[in-house]
């Protein structure tokens, strides 16, 4: 880094009989060149942790290390929103909502998700139970623009979302108006 002085000099700190030394000064300036990028980073190590303040290589470091689901063709704003949200949607991880909440993330858009059933109970004895007999999830994501990787894209972030035991299917489709402000309603 061109230019970066050091915040703590090294001639500075050297015995009083090397303070007039020009070889000894200039070896320790070499030295505070090579230790103010050091510095620098420690001094301000608490912001290389928050996503909003991290330089952009260090945010793709926290994504993996937080283990946040992204492409990688994502600009930066969405890189730093979904490492910030990592935390939150982990806590939901194979729930419908943190199922909607990932998808949201990756896509902009709320995905329409069907399941086959969930936890129920019959009114009567040996009475037919809600949903299928054999579960399932699909999710459906209607895109202004869908392209081909985008259901590879889905398939990738649904896997990871949903519940473990469940099997599952995804569909992306061209949406027919502006994308919804909420989740939709199920």
């Not at 259901?151 to 489709?173: D, G, M, Q, S």
């Amino acid at each position: 880094m061109e230019g970066l002085a050091s915040p703590r000099p090294l001639g500075e700190a050297l015995p009083a009989v090397y303070a007039d030394d020009d070889l000894a000064q200039r070896f320790v300036t070499g030295l505070d060149a090579m230790l103010a990028p050091v510095f620098n980073v420690l001094d301000c190590l608490e912001a290389y942790f928050d996503p909003a303040l991290a330089p952009a290589d260090f945010v793709d470091w926290l994504a993996d290390w937080v283990g946040a689901e992204l492409s990688g063709t994502e600009p930066l704003e969405a890189r730093r929103a979904a490492v910030a949200a990592a935390a939150a949607l982990h806590r939901l991880r194979g729930t419908r909502r943190g199922l909607a909440q990932a998808v949201r993330q990756s896509f902009g858009v709320w995905p329409r998700i069907t399941e086959s059933g969930g936890a129920a109970w019959s009114a009567k004895p040996l009475g037919p139970f809600p949903g299928s007999p054999r579960a399932a999830l699909h999710v459906r994501l209607a895109l202004p623009e869908p392209g081909p990787a985008d259901v590879h894209r889905l398939h990738a972030v649904v896997a990871a979302a949903r519940p473990a035991h469940l099997p599952f299917t995804v569909e992306v489709a061209a949406a027919p108006g502006p994308p919804p402000s909420a989740p939709p309603a199920v």
